[in-house]
């Protein structure tokens, strides 16, 4: 009864002072590390790009490898995670009445893990023992130092997707037969599919660990990629997923508008987490060693992702049109003037919103066997990887930014930094046009990922590579300038902007809208549907990968 009281009035005092510091710290402490890291992985990719293009040739100590592999680690697993955590406790902490104590201590002691596992993957790179890249497929072999770094990462986003999990389940305790709160349920979704996809992965690490310090001769390599991949494909829709919140939630409220449907919005969240884990295998389409019936089963697994992203669209632009028709837009194109387009908040989710319809076809073209064998070893799926993560999420990020800083650091957003951000996201949107444009089309051509600038003995082909690898190295060069203005924005936001308060923008279900059915809340069920489905479709070839080995390769540095 006491707890319930307490609860009660944490409950009512967090919504009457508007934001509780010690959760604000904890937001702000993540996403200041957030946006220091994306800085340091901004001047990598620059690096990268110049080189690429041949213009800039990097010093001994710091060569295109060890680059490209920083560069990967930084923003696909560091940037990306600690903005996720910092803006889904946010959340939390917002609708669910605050953080519990023992939730804080889960998310410092993942925010210490993490760090600790940073620096351990960090400094075998910068010895130049680990060059292996984002991926590190064996039979490349980094330092040993390298993996038990990613094994304390690893922990530490576990312990944040507990941590959510526990709020979650004292709300529902305390609030029996009632919706968890949209924003929260969609953090639910997320960190379900964050913890079982970080499985495959910890189990490869695990298993690559007594490898690299020689206790074992050889590797499997086809178990290592299965595994690997069933955390990385799905690692880029955990960050689609959280991009995907701030559209459903976020972005009718920024326009004076409410969501579409609060039952379709969670069955996309529950279709999202069940299809995941299982599109792994599409990246792994042209590798020897699966049978024909399981990549035609992963196609059609990998497809199906897309139907959820689908009802997205749909959804999201009924949204904009219904909202802008009540505000007096009229015609079939013209209500689009009705849209806050000089708000940065809503334009970078706008431009992160329609950004993934090529950026999904372009993946639809890589689950095609006969497609994905055209471009699978070449600059196309670079151009891909920047189109998904570059601008769907970090344009929704940034967009995020805009109003969570201020919200968490007791500010506001002026004028002055809305317009800078309005620059800032046409700058970094513009950069990436170039950059990804260029990547698609001359990986068309034939040129291969993951190497260094090279004219292969002057080729005709490969100097035909050339006017796309300077767009390539333009794109860049927009790039950063988009990415210190954006850090700027965010340190200007956090320390320095006027102090007020400033909404966490959460909109409210359509009026009138029929009740939401309660078997959406029943997530035991369906996470149960999603290790089914994740047991149909890797069981099978990963029992034929280890019964049926080959025999194992033992460990190489090319670098």
């Not at 639809?364 to 993560?389: K, P, R, S």
């Not at 997530?523 to 280890?546: C, K, N, R």
């Amino acid at each position: 009864m006491e707890t319930a009281i307490n609860q009660t009035f944490k409950t009512k005092a967090t919504k009457l002072l508007g934001v509780n510091k010690e959760d604000a710290k904890i937001s702000k402490t993540y996403l200041f590390v957030s946006f220091v890291i994306l800085l340091v992985g901004g001047f990598l990719g620059l690096a990268q790009g110049l080189n690429r293009a041949g213009l800039l040739e990097l010093p001994s100590w710091l060569n295109y490898y060890q680059v490209l592999t920083m560069h990967g680690v930084f923003m696909l697993l560091a940037f990306t995670t600690f903005f996720t955590f910092g803006y889904l406790y946010a959340g939390l902490s917002h609708e669910l009445g605050g953080l519990l104590p023992k939730v804080r201590k889960f998310v410092w002691t993942a925010f210490a893990s993490k760090i600790i596992g940073a620096v351990l993957v960090v400094i075998p790179i910068l010895m130049n023992e680990a060059s292996v890249m984002y991926t590190f497929y064996p039979p490349l072999k980094a330092h040993p130092m390298f993996y038990i770094g990613l094994v304390f990462f690893a922990v530490g986003m576990w312990l944040c997707n507990v941590g959510a999990f526990i709020q979650v389940a004292n709300w529902r305790k305390n609030n029996k037969g009632k919706h968890v709160p949209i924003f929260s349920y969609f953090a639910t979704g997320i960190n379900v599919l964050m913890f079982f996809a970080l499985i495959p992965v910890a189990i490869e690490v695990l298993y690559l660990i007594p490898w690299s310090l020689g206790w074992v001769k050889t590797v499997n390599v086809m178990v290592s990629r299965t595994l690997f991949w069933a955390f990385g494909h799905t690692l880029v829709n955990i960050w689609y997923l959280t991009a995907t919140s701030a559209w459903y939630v976020i972005a009718p409220k920024l326009i004076g508008g409410r969501r579409w449907s609060d039952t379709l919005t969670r069955v996309v969240i529950i279709a999202l987490v069940i299809m995941n884990i299982t599109g792994g295998f599409h990246h792994q389409i042209i590798d020897p060693g699966i049978s024909l019936p399981v990549k035609m089963m992963h196609v059609f697994m990998s497809l199906a992702i897309g139907f959820p992203s689908l009802m997205t669209a749909w959804a999201m632009f009924a949204v904009f049109e219904k909202t802008a028709r009540k505000q007096g837009g009229k015609g079939l194109i013209g209500w689009y003037k009705k849209m806050p387009w000089g708000d940065v908040r809503f334009l970078a989710l706008f431009i992160s919103m329609a950004s993934f319809a090529p950026a999904g076809a372009g993946g639809i073209a890589q689950t095609t066997n006969q497609l994905d064998t055209v471009v699978h070893n070449t600059m196309w799926i670079v151009g891909h990887f920047h189109l998904t993560l570059g601008v769907t999420v970090a344009l929704a990020f940034f967009g995020i930014s805009y109003w969570l800083v201020p919200y968490i650091s007791g500010r506001v957003l002026t004028p002055q930094i809305n317009k800078l951000g309005v620059i800032q996201t046409w700058i970094w949107t513009i950069g990436m046009i170039f950059m990804s444009g260029a990547m698609h089309t001359v990986g068309l051509f034939g040129s291969p990922r993951r190497t260094s600038f090279t004219t292969y003995g002057d080729h005709a082909t490969a100097l035909g590579w050339n006017p796309y690898m300077m767009a390539m190295a333009v794109g860049g060069t927009l790039l950063i300038i988009g990415v210190i203005l954006q850090v700027y924005a965010v340190i200007n936001m956090m320390f320095f902007a006027p102090k007020g308060e400033t909404e966490f923008p959460i909109a409210e279900a359509e009026e009138n809208a029929s009740p939401t059915p309660y078997w959406t809340e029943r997530w035991g069920l369906w996470i149960v549907v999603m290790l089914l489905v994740v047991a149909m479709a890797y069981v099978v070839p990963l029992t034929e990968f280890i019964v049926n080995a080959p025999p194992g390769s033992p460990g190489f540095k090319t670098w």
